[in-house]
């Protein structure tokens, strides 16, 4: 059951991650999308959507820190173990309550206002509580275990795991001791990646960057007269009709 939890699950969500994402660009392009509902309701929206993007990109990057850098690294850098759990707990709080108050904004937006739930599809209201249990969970994470509680050191035990997976060597051993809600923060984290490909999260692949370094687009004022309004369809038939009706 173990090697199930923490072998056999982590490949096969990544497996479904790389297949979806592929199917869904072969056989889905025109629903490769954010889907916006922002011409529907934009009141709530304008506070809940940058709230929630900004904590999800700081939740991701902390998460990057945590599980990809070893702490080793981080001692070599000058950052000492005290500062990066000041860092790492206090970034995570303040993140975490931004991605949390986002997502409950643009959840009650999705409720009360009648345009935007008629437009709210079954995978949408599945990828809003898979969002809602991470986020709690990372929370409770957080905030209940290292803010308030007695803390625990991720970083010796599931970040070696985590990198082990893409080493093709993870130890389950190391998962069995950790507390139930990081096993079942990572566990909700790769179950998260398989759904994605299936949902409007696609479009973080499709972000705009290139408007960072395209060239400003001119606009030139029109000089001179005004050009004459093109004829219909129907007065070039009269047109043509007329001389044979006067014949």
Not at 6 to 31: E, K, N, S, T
Not at 169 to 182: E, F, K, N, R
Request: charged letters at 15%; proline letters at 6%.
């Amino acid at each position: 059951m173990t090697n199930l939890v923490w072998i056999v699950l982590p490949y096969l969500c990544l497996a479904v991650f790389v297949a979806g994402h592929v199917w869904r660009w072969r056989h889905d392009q025109f629903g490769w999308t954010t889907h916006t509902s922002q011409v529907l309701e934009n009141r709530i929206l304008r506070l809940g959507s940058p709230l929630f993007h900004l904590g999800a990109l700081g939740v991701v990057a902390g998460h990057a820190m945590g599980l990809v850098v070893p702490a080793s690294v981080t001692e070599k850098l000058g950052l000492s173990e005290h500062a990066y759990h000041l860092i790492a707990v206090w970034g995570g709080t303040v993140t975490g309550l931004m991605l949390t108050v986002g997502l409950v904004l643009l959840i009650i937006r999705r409720m009360v206002n009648g345009r935007v739930r008629r437009v709210t599809t079954r995978m949408d209201k599945v990828l809003y509580a898979a969002l809602a249990g991470m986020v709690a969970l990372g929370m409770v994470a957080t905030v209940g275990v290292n803010l308030l509680g007695g803390g625990y050191d991720y970083r010796e035990t599931i970040a070696v795991w985590f990198r082990g997976i893409f080493w093709f060597q993870p130890d389950p051993a190391l998962m069995s001791g950790a507390p139930l809600v990081y096993q079942l923060h990572a566990i909700g984290g790769f179950l998260f990646l398989a759904l994605w490909p299936f949902t409007r999260l696609v479009h973080v692949w499709s972000a705009p960057l290139a408007y960072l370094w395209r060239p400003y687009v001119v606009y030139r004022a029109r000089r001179g007269p005004a050009p004459s309004p093109t004829a219909s369809p129907n007065q070039v038939r009269d047109a043509a009709r007329e001389p044979s009706a006067r014949r």
